[in-house]
């Protein structure tokens, strides 16, 4: 099994180990001194004074117009003595000296040190499954001098190829060596070794492809596409940081735009031949069948957790939408369907939208604690776990928005928008967003919008209209019946529970909230332990517009919920406080 084929499915399997010099080639650059920490924070995308000593983050460099120079992993050195904190910036070794000259560039006044020490490493890259257990197994000398990793080796979190990954280093010339402890590991944990081949360098740009990364210099020119272009924000950009450079831009672009092309995966019918589809090279303009230009080429290749060619494209605003059916023209005048998915497909394939959707559980308990910044950091570890998770990004941008944070709102919900084309709550909070910022015509514009697409799709507006009418009728109808139903048993005992949540909810069908409010409210308090009776009596207090009234409520509810595993009536609290607390 030598093709590029079957060293991918080895490395989903199990994974593989390669030499940090070997496929690919990486490089370190050693940011050091009394001002390093705060001269990253202002350069680099990510929360750098978050990483805690040993902790790393995916991050990036952009100019000042906000294009992407490079994304890299940032590591924070373990604390061995130093007198201030020290990173290591972990890139693509061919990009290294570039990302150190710009950096040093832009050092004004600050005591920083920027070195490429690439050369001063021997290290270890492990990708796969069985990664994080072959690194576990690599333990430090104990007290009596157990064989083991030398001391000074530095593991940084590095899962290149979307599944868990890690890079072991050691300074060179270090004793004992670091490689036959880690070959040992990755022996017994079934990590293939890398052949630094044609085949080893194919199946690493088709993991990679798998994985959404894009390659700096062959998929995009340093410096010439926007950060909104690549797809990358939700992974390298914190949102509870402060400035950077080219923030201002990052943000204005979505707010008062949208970006001619974007990057998405594009995934073909599925084939037996384990080969990447006949596609231009990247930075070829993309044909639809009409020969029409919609975008222009990235990377190509095989995808073996879809058993089928995949390659990703930045493609305009009329074919990115996730789910668009496309025919393309191929570089050898063939036409072949394909649709358009977003980015990652590694995450789609492989389990992804669970996770994302308990990272957005967690969130919302956050949130409801009081807590917004973790929220918004689970959030957008959730989104990077699954970009299509629509629920996560709403929870994310209407936070944002609940913070005065309007511009990044907006970013949220344009790429919403993108997601999600006919849904009208994504214009509705634009509204109310660019309302925020004083831009009223924007704010109109976006009301209209929201409006035109609560009517999208149906062909006769009045028999729409008229079943619409028949529905309220029949449901009005229901409840002035139960109404009458449970009234009579209130008649003989006027402190029966469920008589009192009954009518309650019957009236507040029959819009007459003022009447079953404390209907509800005498209910609750007859049964205390019973969450759905929070749920009915906060969503009437809203109705009456005592929007304080019913957050307490909710926060009570969501207590008693918990306490009993209510998790139906659980989450609709969670979601109803979350969008009440945000408007205030």
């Known amino acids: 099994m030598t093709g590029a084929g079957a060293l991918c499915r080895l490395a989903r399997e199990r994974g593989l180990i390669t030499p940090w010099n070997g496929v690919p080639a990486l ?85 920083v040190l920027i070195d490429d020490v690439s050369a001063d490493f021997d290290g270890w890259l492990l990708q796969g499954p069985q990664a ?6 690599i333990e430090r000398p104990s007290a009596s001098g157990t064989p083991g990793a030398p001391a000074e080796t ?23 060596a670091l490689g036959p402890v880690v070959e040992a590991a990755a022996a017994i944990h079934g990590l293939t070794p890398w052949p630094i081949d044609a085949h080893g360098e194919k199946a690493w740009r088709w993991l990679c492809l798998e994985a959404g990364r894009l ?10 596409r926007a950060l909104a272009q690549t797809g990358l924000e939700q992974a390298v950009v914190s949102l509870t940081k402060g400035c950077y450079l080219g923030q201002e831009v ?40 009409d020969g029409r230009t919609i975008g222009t080429w990235a990377s190509a290749g095989w995808s073996t957790l879809w058993q089928a060619p995949v390659a990703i494209a930045f493609l305009d605003r009329a074919h990115r939408t996730p789910g668009t059916q496309l025919n393309l023209r191929l570089a050898d005048g063939s036409v072949a369907p394909a ?52 629920e996560a990004g709403e929870a994310l941008g209407v936070i944002l928005g609940r913070g005065g944070r309007f511009h990044e709102a907006i970013d949220i919900f344009k790429q919403l928008e993108e997601l999600a084309p006919d849904e009208p709550m994504v214009h509705t909070n634009l509204s109310l967003f660019y309302m925020k910022l004083g831009d009223r015509q924007e704010a109109e514009r976006q009301r209209e919008l929201a409006t035109l697409k609560r009517f999208a799709g149906i062909d006769d507006r009045r028999e729409s209209e008229e079943r619409a009418a028949a529905e309220t009728a029949a449901r009005r109808g229901d409840a002035a019946r139960k109404l009458a139903m449970f009234m009579e048993v209130l008649d003989l005992d006027g402190d029966d529970p469920l008589a009192l949540m009954g009518a309650g909810n019957a009236l507040t069908t029959l819009d007459r909230h003022a009447e079953g409010e404390p209907l509800l409210a005498r209910a609750r308090a007859a049964q205390p ?16 517009g005592r929007g304080a009234e019913a957050a307490d409520t909710y926060r009570t509810g969501i207590v008693v919920a918990s306490r009993k595993g209510d998790l139906q009536p659980l989450r609709e609290m969670e979601h109803r406080l979350l969008m009440l607390t945000a408007a205030v």
């Open 529 to 544: 332990d019973n969450s759905a009776l929070y749920l009915a009596h906060g969503r009437v207090q809203e109705l009456l």
């Open 339 to 390: 649709q358009v998915r977003l980015s990652p497909l590694h995450a789609a394939a492989g389990g992804g939208n669970e996770r994302a959707r308990q990272l957005h559980e967690r969130a919302v308990h956050r949130f409801s604690r009081g807590d917004d910044n973790g929220a918004i950091e689970l959030l957008q570890q959730a989104l990077r776990s699954d970009p299509s998770l629509a």
């Open 27 to 111: 490089g370190a650059l050693l940011v050091a001194g009394p001002d390093a920490s705060a001269h990253l924070q202002s350069q680099l995308t990510s929360d750098v004074t978050a990483l805690a000593p040993g902790e790393s983050q995916p991050s990036a460099r952009l100019n000042r117009a906000g294009a992407l120079m490079v994304d890299f992993t940032l590591a924070r050195l373990p604390e061995r003595g130093q007198p201030f904190a020290a990173f290591l910036v972990i890139v693509d070794r061919g990009l290294a000296t570039m990302l150190a000259d710009d950096l040093r560039e832009h050092v004004v006044t600050g005591d």
């Open 132 to 137: 994080p257990a072959a690194a576990a197994a």
């Open 154 to 176: 530095w593991s940084i979190e590095l899962p290149l190829t979307g599944d868990p990954g890690c890079l072991l280093l050691q300074p060179r010339g270090a004793k004992p």
């Open 250 to 289: 990052v943000a204005r672009v979505r707010t008062y735009g949208s970006v001619p092309e974007a990057a998405r995966a594009i995934l073909f019918e599925a084939t037996a031949n384990e080969a990447a589809p006949a596609v231009d090279r990247p930075g070829v303009p993309v044909h639809a069948e």
């Open 215 to 224: 390659r700096a210099g062959v998929d995009y020119l340093p410096g010439r």
